[in-house]
T-cell receptor
Framework: DAGVIQSPRHEVTEMGQEVTLRCKPI?????LFWYRQTMMRGLELLIY????????DSGMPEDRFSAKMPNASFSTLKIQPSEPRDSAVYFC???????????FGEGSWLTVV | GDSVTQMEGPVTLSEEAFLTINCTYT??????LFWYVQYPGEGLQLLLK?????DKGSNKGFEATYRKETTSFHLEKGSVQVSDSAVYFC???????????FGKGTKLSVIP
């Protein structure tokens, strides 16, 4: 089992640029989550998909953030335009179903300068 | 809403010392409880879990017991190693809920 795969692992970009983070969940996992981790706020849930459908996006900070899940094996989190305060680690995570253990990817470490 | 409170760090211990990291939760009903570990530069890994009262989760020498009466899930290890240096997160998931509520994390440093 390859686990949750995220790319890129590290990205440094300039303010105003578009950033796209990618996630391949574990096969058979129907629930997918995007989290953001910062020193100030800790771990925050940004958005939750179930069976490729966004269920809860109340954690998405503003319109600059968007997420898609076109199929069961791929999701993206996009920031456009990016700002320095978006610098954080973004985690993709998944589970087989509601109530099952959630498994995390290794994260995408984003720095916006 | 649900909340998880864990002891603030950082915690610094000598190798072979005993470790306790306190975690308490507030939730409607009885959540499933988890400890995740994050090693430097890596993502979160599930360390152990317990899904009902009096369950004990264990892994890699770490243990935690789900105490309903004190709403606690304290992490313990009898003899820590330098390789245990990491950030430990307590988390809870309400029954039927999709959302994990995390504590703020406790950074553990083990010195030789």
């Amino acid at each position: 089992d390859a686990g949750v795969i995220q790319s890129p692992r590290h990205e440094v970009t300039e303010m105003g640029q578009e950033v796209t983070l990618r996630c391949k969940p574990i096969s058979g996992h129907n629930s997918l989550f995007w989290y953001r981790q910062t020193m100030m706020r800790g771990l925050e849930l940004l958005i939750y998909f179930n069976n490729n459908v966004p269920i809860d996006d109340s954690g998405m900070p503003e319109d600059r953030f968007s997420a898609k899940m076109p199929n069961a094996s791929f999701s993206t989190l996009k920031i456009q335009p990016s700002e320095p305060r978006d610098s954080a680690v973004y985690f993709c995570a998944g589970s087989q179903a509601v109530g099952n253990t959630i498994y995390f990817g290794e994260g995408s470490w984003l720095t916006v300068v | 809403g649900d909340s998880v409170t864990q002891m603030e760090g950082p915690v610094t211990l000598s190798e072979e010392a005993f470790l306790t990291i306190n975690c308490t939760y507030t939730a409607t009903g009885y959540p499933s409880l988890f400890w995740y570990v994050q090693y430097p530069g890596e993502g979160l890994q599930l360390l152990l879990k317990a899904t009902k009262a009096d369950d004990k989760g264990s892994n890699k020498g770490f243990e935690a017991t789900y105490r309903k009466e004190t709403t606690s899930f304290h992490l313990e290890k009898g003899s820590v190693q330098v390789s245990d240096s990491a950030v430990y997160f307590c988390a809870g998931e309400g029954a039927g809920s999709y959302q994990l509520t995390f504590g703020k994390g406790t950074k553990l440093s083990v010195i030789p």
